[in-house]
């Protein structure tokens, strides 16, 4: 997005706003060619529909439960209280459809989107076999949700998973980038951050250029911000003492295979070898694909 003539990657809460939605970034916003991510926020009883056009989605609560009505097909989602409280069922939207998300309670719901080719059939994602995964160790610790990883959930081009990161802790660390294609090395991946912060509070995001004029972002981030990555090291994200932080992390690429494959930043890789010394954080998990609340 730009303002300005100038490139924002920066957007805070409600910059994006529009019609339905309270966040809204697609490829045609974001100056790229396939990730997107909007949040519809629904009111008790209120109904919301999604016209998917070239894209996949995943209908993701954030807050409350909701039905996913697609063609013949009705999937109910528990949902949560809230992204700290515990993992989430999840229901995908293949492109070149219409589905109506209804919540009799109300909630906010993340809509996780790439264009892609193929169009695949409409599924529902238990919360029970989402994979929790511990990442790091000592205060890089944190916690990912791999609900829709590359190699835990079929989709054509999407990937998407959130990072819960206990206060005080950093994480998208050691900096890594996605922007260049070496086979079995780095993939080319297109990515949107979208943040909370438990009880309010800040956090902060790094993103610094890997090539001449690249993306450069030093954010002071709130709940309800984003962060577009089109190119670049990102990291590190880092939570304020006494404040989980959390994002949802929305990806695609336009490689032939559908893979996370990252490089680290050269000056910092070496901490992935303290890991093993230290013990991961024991506030982690802060919950479990069993808790879901």
């Not at 695949?120 to 791999?146: F, H, W």
């Not at 709940?223 to 929305?250: F, M």
């Not at 336009?254 to 303290?274: N, S, V, Y």
Request: glycine residues 12%; proline residues 9%.
């Amino acid at each position: 997005m730009s303002m300005r003539g100038q490139p924002t990657y920066h957007l805070p809460a409600g910059r994006t706003a529009h019609g339905p939605y309270a966040l809204d970034i697609g490829p045609e916003q974001a100056g790229w060619e396939r990730s997107s991510l909007r949040v519809v926020e629904l009111e008790p009883g209120g109904v919301h529909t999604l016209v998917t056009g070239e894209s996949e989605w995943i209908v993701l609560p954030l807050t409350g439960s909701c039905t996913v009505h697609i063609s013949d097909e009705i999937f109910e989602l528990l949902g949560r209280k809230s992204v700290f409280s515990g993992v989430s069922d999840f229901a995908y939207v293949p492109r070149d459809a219409h589905a109506q998300i209804a919540s009799g309670a109300g909630g906010r719901f993340a809509l996780a989107g790439a264009k892609c080719e193929r169009r695949l059939p409409a599924r529902y994602g238990p919360a029970p076999e989402v994979r929790v995964e511990l990442r790091g160790s000592g205060n890089c610790s944190r916690q990912v949700n791999n609900f829709a990883a590359a190699d835990a959930f079929d989709c054509d081009r999407l990937i998407a998973v959130e990072v819960l990161t206990p206060g005080g802790n950093w994480s998208s660390y050691p900096p890594h980038k996605h922007d260049e294609h070496h086979p079995g090395e780095e993939s080319v991946l297109e990515e949107i951050y979208y943040f909370e912060v438990a009880d309010g509070g800040l956090g902060y995001h790094r993103v610094s250029p890997s090539r001449p004029g690249g993306t450069d972002v030093l954010a002071e981030v709130r709940s309800g911000d984003t962060v577009l990555i089109p190119d670049g090291w990102h990291g590190p994200s880092i939570a304020p003492p006494g404040r989980t932080l959390y994002y949802l992390n929305v990806m695609a690429g336009p490689g032939e295979k559908r893979e996370w494959l990252i490089r680290d930043h050269p000056d910092h890789r070496w901490i992935r070898d303290t890991w093993p010394s230290q013990p991961a954080d024991p506030r982690l998990p802060l919950y479990g694909p069993e808790d879901q609340g």
